[in-house]
């Protein structure tokens, strides 16, 4: 029977015959149903001892449950079943189908069962399985990443300080197989490096990877495109791999590993809670130790555990890590300013002239800079941590017969004598200081954007200032005017009046 009536149809059906004694058609007609499932809900009636009426400590699940017994699977005595383990560990190797499988079965078993019930014989087992064992994932295709809940707290054995230590935890879809391990945070150098980490763990990379939508990992979450962080797509480019995020709101996603975070808690967070730790490095070599024991341990209802499990159907399976180790980078984006220089973290590098005002790219190491116009590498320069400071190469600077620069020295200081000649003189100054002048462009227009905004006037007054007291910077003109220091008259020099007499020794003596 494809759909069940409803109960109140059902006790409508069985009143009618028992309690007004009508025909099996009058009954059809007057519930609206066919002859036969008149006939049919008649004979699961007698044949479940009912009456009419119903005995009121009787309810519709039990009268239901009467009704619709489940059919118990008739198991012959001649026919054999392979172990349920053998074949959801076969299940989890690439290619293998339960197609596949049975007719292995029926090579060796000739009188074994048809492959209907062979399948539904193990989807009925399979249903009593946790879901993350469920799930066929197929070896080596998903790894699946998230922070655990409840971090470890680290003691600063200096100042006494307590942090928490966030918990990385990364587990096989095929096999279970799972890796954790303290970090300082959940920021991206955190997440990448755990990444990594967890790679080198396991000996190798799966196909995807399926992290949730964690900031770190994902800049902006969506169910159907997801952005990823420039520096997740590039680790993940670098292994061979793909990221794909689990979607929002959709639990299934990440069965698997919200099951390992939650074995992670109650296996190795909650077994290191009564003890005290001074540093990461502690925690971690506890945590491997707890680890292993967890891998280790086997499967309540399968006959294996999670490492076995890894060693035969899934190390196999991974793509094999680089020779080489991931380097940590992060990408930012910057604007090339009319000095043909970017900014980045205060200090300022040069790229061709040619891309003034343009958007590029930038990939920071911890020693080099690189700079990515239309996704080419333009440039790539050593990596300076001094504020304030310049690196330029020399073949970037514009050849100054090249009509198109607009940009030159004396075109600023004459745009800088239309406010004022000690506008102009601070002007030349902070060019003069340069080792190339193109690198004063930059506070130059910003003191020349000061008069749209303070007026020329006032501008002019605040460079007489910064010349007086000799700080010709943008930074010290804006100080000026924002304290309204211009509108102050400067003091005058002092006049010194020399005297002569016999009783004074002069200067000379003191030298």
């Known amino acids: 029977m494809a759909t069940r009536l409803s109960m109140r149809k059902t006790k409508e059906i069985l009143r009618l015959h028992w309690g007004l004694c009508l025909g099996k058609r009058q009954i059809s007609r007057a519930c609206n149903v066919s002859p036969s499932t008149v006939v049919d809900y008649i004979r699961r009636a007698e044949k479940a001892g009912l009456s009419w009426p119903f005995p009121d400590d009787i309810d519709d699940t039990t009268i239901e449950a009467l009704l619709f017994p489940p059919e118990p699977l008739k198991h012959l005595p001649h026919r054999c079943m392979p172990p349920m383990e053998d074949i959801n560990r076969e299940l989890r190797k690439k290619g293998v189908t339960l197609q596949l499988l049975w007719m292995e079965y029926k090579e060796k078993h000739p009188e074994g069962y048809q492959h209907s019930q062979f399948c539904e014989l193990y989807r009925r087992w399979a249903k009593t399985l946790d879901l993350s064992l469920r799930q066929e994932y197929r070896a080596g295709e998903k790894m699946f990443i998230d922070f655990a809940g409840k971090g470890i707290p680290i003691v600063d054995p200096a100042t006494g ?5 966030e918990v990385f935890v990364a587990v096989l879809g095929a096999s279970n197989y799972t890796y954790a391990e303290a970090v300082a945070s959940q920021d991206l150098p ?4 755990a990444h990594v980490r967890a790679f080198e763990y ?5 196909e995807i990877l399926i992290p949730d939508n964690l900031r770190s990992g994902v800049t902006k979450a969506c169910r159907y495109e997801p952005d990823l962080n420039p520096t997740y797509r590039e680790m993940a480019e670098f292994y061979g791999t793909v990221v794909i995020p689990a979607r929002a709101r959709k639990p299934r996603d990440k069965a698997k590993v919200e099951s390992a975070v939650l074995l992670v808690t109650r296996w190795i967070t909650a077994a290191l809670r009564n003890h005290t730790f001074f540093s990461l490095a502690e925690v971690n070599e506890r945590i491997r ?3 292993e024991r967890l891998n280790t341990r086997r499967f309540k209802k399968l006959n294996t555990s999670r490492k076995e499990l890894f060693e035969t159907i899934e190390k196999s399976s991974l793509k094999p890590l680089p020779l080489t180790r991931y380097q940590y980078a992060e990408w930012k984006k910057a604007t090339v300013n009319i000095d043909y220089h970017i900014e980045v973290d205060g200090h300022f590098y040069s790229v061709p002239y040619q891309l003034v005002g343009k958007h590029v790219e930038v990939r920071l190491t911890s020693t080099t800079l690189e700079v990515l ?7 790539t320069h050593q990596r300076s941590y001094q504020k304030g400071k310049f690196t330029a190469l020399n ?9 198109y620069l607009e940009w030159t020295p004396s075109r600023i200081i004459s745009w800088a004598e239309k406010t004022g000649p000690c506008t102009a003189r601070v002007v030349e100054t902070i060019m003069s200081a340069k080792q190339h002048p193109e690198q004063g462009f930059r506070s130059c227009m910003g003191i020349l954007s000061l008069g749209k905004k303070y007026s020329t006037e006032r501008l002019e007054a605040a460079s007489k200032r910064a010349l007086a007291i000799k700080a010709c910077s943008y930074k010290s003109v804006k100080s000026i005017l924002q304290n309204n220091l211009d509108k102050i008259a400067l003091p005058q020099k002092e006049v010194t009046v020399v005297i002569e007499h016999d009783n004074i020794r002069g200067e000379q003596y003191f030298k």
Do not use: D
């Not at 955190?190 to 490096?193: A, C, G, V």
């Not at 396991?202 to 799966?206: D, I, S």
């Not at 116009?373 to 440039?379: A, E, F, L």
């Not at 073949?395 to 009509?403: A, D, I, T, V």
């Open 161 to 165: 300080e307590i942090t928490e230590a």
């Open 289 to 291: 130790e707890l680890l």
């Open 395 to 403: 073949e970037h600077r514009p050849k100054s017969h090249q009509r």
């Open 202 to 206: 396991f000996g190798g990379v799966t």
């Open 190 to 193: 955190s997440w990448i490096s």
């Open 373 to 379: 116009y239309h996704s080419k590498r333009i440039v």
